[in-house]
């Protein structure tokens, strides 16, 4: 089945240390999303590509950065994670140029800073 | 700009009982919506979506939803709440023209008492 897949569902890592969260997708979508969604609340935006046109989210940390090396791949990184960035990690498809603008999820990565 | 508003933060309902998520937005333009599901550590969901046409639309696991323009609602209902829908439930918007991505509400906790 085409899908979204993120790996892995669930990462520790410590205060300060990088850590790369991963996305693919089967289903040939051009627009990748990542969304960051802390407990009890609602997924929010921290960039998309639209094909390979990085598109970043005003209040989005500098600490977070994105590559997309393909239409498949896409990464989220984290330079230094503070206790703040403790949070549901959210990637997401949708095909552009088809009005619906509907948006596939992925399970999610549960990221845990120590 | 665009907004969505979810009224009640959580709703408790008994099983077998009417299910009603409300959901408010805000729109310059005429609005694409969406209502999601998420379980438990799990990604979004797609319910159910409007786009155009039919105001009433149908979706999966028996919800249903009516976009009214008059009252910029699009309120989320199930006839008969079973277990199985205890979940969180956003409703988002989107522009119908143009790449622009969701806009979520805050979601609504759903419990099912049995």
């Known amino acids: 089945d085409a899908m979204v897949i993120q790996n892995p569902r669930y990462q520790v890592t410590q205060f300060g240390k990088p850590v790369t969260l991963s996305c693919s997708q089967t289903?040939?979508?051009?627009?990748m999303y990542w969304y960051q969604q802390k407990s009890s609340q609602a997924p929010k935006l921290l960039f998309h590509?639209?094909?390979?046109?990085?598109?970043n989210e005003a209040d989005t940390p500098d600490n977070f950065q994105s590559r997309r090396p393909n239409t498949s791949f896409c990464f989220l990184d984290i330079r230094s994670p503070g206790l703040g960035d403790a949070a549901m990690y959210l990637c997401a498809t949708s095909r552009a140029g088809q009005a619906l603008e509907t948006q596939y999820f992925g399970p999610g990565t549960r990221l845990l800073v120590l | 700009a665009q907004s969505v508003t979810q009224l009640g933060s959580h709703v408790s309902v008994s099983e077998g009982a009417l299910v009603l998520l409300r959901c408010n937005y805000s729109s310059s333009v005429p609005p694409y919506l969406f209502w999601y599901v998420q379980y438990p550590n799990q990604g979004l969901q797609l319910l159910l979506k409007y786009t155009t046409g039919a105001t009433l639309v149908k979706g999966i696991n028996g919800f249903e939803a009516e976009f009214k323009k008059s009252e910029t609602s699009f309120h989320l209902t199930k006839p008969s709440a079973h277990m199985s829908d205890a979940a969180e439930y956003f409703c988002a918007v989107t522009r119908s023209s143009g790449n622009t991505p969701l806009v979520f509400g805050k979601g609504t906790r759903l419990s099912v008492i049995a």
């Open positions: 289903l040939n979508h051009n627009v």
């Open positions: 590509y639209y094909d390979k046109d990085f598109n």
